[in-house]
């Protein structure tokens, strides 16, 4: 069972940069992809970033040169480096880890971007 714990968010103004960790506790086992989703209201929750145990990543077009994915194995931590944040970045942003075939998920971060 892997436990998720995400920290980071916050209020921001447009243009500004955040910076969300997610840290995986309670297996032994070393987990396979990481990442990140978010959900704005009234809307299906969307994958954002995702990095695997060996550093490939995969991004939403419309993150790509804004965000920043990386993992740090040793502490079973991902994080996610938001640069120029949009209105349309709002969200709340959840962890997300697979292992064996099992998703996981944290309980979620809100980001707000507002003047």
């Known amino acids: 069972q892997v436990h998720l714990v995400e920290s980071g968010g916050g209020l921001v103004q447009p243009g500004g940069s955040l910076r969300l960790s997610c840290a995986a506790s309670?297996?032994?086992?070393?987990?396979?992809?990481m990442g990140w989703y978010r959900q704005a209201p009234g809307k299906q929750r969307e994958m954002v970033a995702i990095?695997?145990?060996?550093?490939?990543?995969v991004y939403q077009d419309s993150v790509k040169g804004r965000f920043t994915i990386s993992r740090d194995n040793s502490k079973n931590t991902v994080y996610l480096q938001m640069n120029g944040l949009k209105a349309e970045d709002m969200a709340v942003y959840y962890c997300?880890?697979?292992?064996?075939?099992?998703?996981?998920w944290g309980n979620g971060t809100l980001v707000t971007v507002s003047s």
């Open positions: 309670g297996s032994r086992f070393s987990i396979n992809a």
């Open positions: 990095i695997t145990n060996g550093g490939s990543t």
């Open positions: 997300y880890a697979v292992q064996f075939d099992e998703d996981y």
